[in-house]
């Protein structure tokens, strides 16, 4: 499989802002991701009141379904329609806040504390910032991470995980050659090679 016509290409957070703008959001699902019913237990692993990280979450149904299971939910997203939408499509009270360690960066957090949005580049985020976590929903982000970014992506998904943290991923298969993505195409070898 080529990904040669993948490998240069860029998108912008201004394009991804303006797809939250136009509603051009085919990648949102609403009614949740059925992987995630499926794999549910592996992502749990017999624990409870998890912390539970959503990278480039959109507006995420599951984030709601998860807190409201008892768990600790942090995302983070670029675009701040989405994290608003988020709230509001739920009914869901929450405070605005910036984040004191990165400049222009917004904490928006149900009241009941237990879902967190970081309104931000990811790649402002950190473990002294955001902590550490248990699982990781990752259903869209390692296949919209531009291809140059995705080592610097990995090592980040990795500094902010426990030792005994479930990580699911989701991503898909095509002909890279047909679509030039996003979703980016992500061979299962290149998984390997960033995650180990």
Known sequence: ????????????????????????IGFHKEQGHPLLRKYLDVLLNGRSGLRIFFPLCGKAVEMKWLADMGHSIVGVEVSEQAVKEFFSEHSLP??????PE???AKLFQSTSGNISLYCCSIYDLSSSIIGKFDGV????AL??????????????????????????????SYDPNKHKGPP??????????LFG
């Open 137 to 140: 929903w990752d259903r869209g």
């Open 94 to 99: 929450y405070c605005e806040e910036p984040v």
């Open 143 to 172: 296949v919209a991470v531009n291809p140059c970014d995705r080592q610097r992506y990995a090592s980040l998904m990795i500094n902010l995980v426990e030792k005994n943290s479930s990580y699911l991923l989701v991503t898909v």
């Open 1 to 24: 499989s080529d990904i040669g016509s993948q490998k240069e290409r860029v998108v912008t957070e201004e394009e991804w802002l303006q797809k939250w703008e136009m509603g051009n």
């Open 184 to 193: 980016f195409y992500v061979p299962e070898s290149e998984i390997k090679s």
């Open 102 to 104: 990165i400049t222009g």
